[in-house]
């Protein structure tokens, strides 16, 4: 069945061997994901570290990047250690420069993505803009490979990781692949109901952070709702940035809004995290060096002029 549903993945398909050949050739790998990671970059890259442990018991493998205490029930990062030139695989990461962690010259660098490859880097990549998720073509190069070393942690990881990036297969990226993907993820034995909990389970202080969201919301005629939040109201509600932007689809729901975001400060930059039901607006992320997915995209502007530039920008293709 999965056969049938990914014949038109091309670079899947096609580049499948040569990426496992990289890593046959290489007795260290590194696995990198973004910066600021959600539920998806995290699973992916820790199915990625597991699986390959399970399949390469001599390899040293190792993944890296800032600690997100949100998503630490899925596991935990490794120690940086000095390697001798690894093979460096970056994972759920569209742009080189928001890759959380270092890359030596002579690194050997491979992609595994499901953006748009608007920052083609790598020596080797494959890009799937097709499927839900990191999580989800992880899954279908490791049935291409050999699914014996997916274990009921390797499946946690993934399933965990699609879920965060499909809202509970609730989003349009939801396909019929990415459901027969998860019903062979969640056959293995793990606590899907418990890792649902803990993934969105809360604080008291985040319940009221999301209660002050609401009250600060700006909605405009246009079909654009917003909050902007100030960075010294994410340390008074003691949230990571990660944390702060989870509450993005709040507005998801009220049938008025057409295009919504949250627009945190980061010290000298404000990140955006732009949503939207139908109209397409990965195309205006990147025209304000951002990037994503469709209906779902992240912006980073210098400041609140740069910000009304935003605004009036999708303003323009709401008419």
């Known amino acids: 069945m999965l056969k049938e ?15 496992l050949t990289l890593i046959e050739q290489h007795d260290q790998i590194v696995i990198l994901r973004h910066q600021k990671p959600d539920p998806d970059a995290y699973g992916a890259q820790l199915g990625l570290r597991n699986y390959l442990r399970n399949k390469y ?9 800032g600690l997100e205490p949100s998503l630490d029930f899925l ?16 994972v759920d990461t569209a742009n080189l420069d928001r890759l959380d962690g270092t890359i030596e010259a002579g690194n050997k660098l491979v992609k595994i993505d499901h953006h748009p490859d608007v920052d083609p880097f790598g020596d080797l990549s494959i890009v799937e ?9 992880l899954y279908l190069l490791m049935d291409l490979w050999d699914t014996h070393p997916i274990d009921n942690e390797v499946a946690a990881c ?31 034995e793990f606590d899907a109901a418990k890792l649902n909990n803990q993934m969105h389970q809360s604080t008291k202080k985040a319940f009221m952070y999301k209660g002050w969201l609401i009250s600060q919301a700006v909605f405009l005629d246009s079909g654009i709702a917003y909050t902007y939040v100030p960075e010294e109201v994410i340390k008074e509600f003691d949230l ?27 010290k000298d930059q404000i990140r955006i995290r732009l949503r939207s039901k139908e109209i397409v607006i990965n ?21 609140k002029n740069e910000l009304e530039a935003l605004i009036e920008r999708i303003e323009e293709k709401l008419v």
Not at 5 to 19: G, M, P, Y
């Open 158 to 188: 993934l399933y965990m990781g699609i879920v965060g990036d499909t809202g509970r297969f609730l989003y349009n990226n939801t396909s019929p692949l990415t459901l027969q993907v998860a019903s062979r993820l969640i056959d293995f």
């Open 129 to 137: 803009t097709a499927v839900s998720s990191a999580s989800e073509l």
């Open 240 to 266: 990571s940035m990660s944390e702060a932007g989870l509450d993005v689809n709040i507005f998801r729901d009220i049938d008025e809004v057409k295009v919504w975001f949250l627009a945190l400060e980061d």
């Open 5 to 19: 549903l990914t014949q038109n993945l091309s670079e899947l398909n096609s580049k499948a061997k040569d990426v």
């Open 57 to 65: 018991k001599d390899k040293d493998i190792i993944a890296l990047g």
């Open 75 to 90: 596991g935990e990062m490794d120690e940086e250690k000095p390697l001798n030139s690894p093979l460096i695989i970056a």
């Open 283 to 303: 195309d205006i992320a990147g025209e304000f060096g951002g990037g994503g997915h469709p209906l779902a995209s992240g912006i980073r502007v210098s400041d």
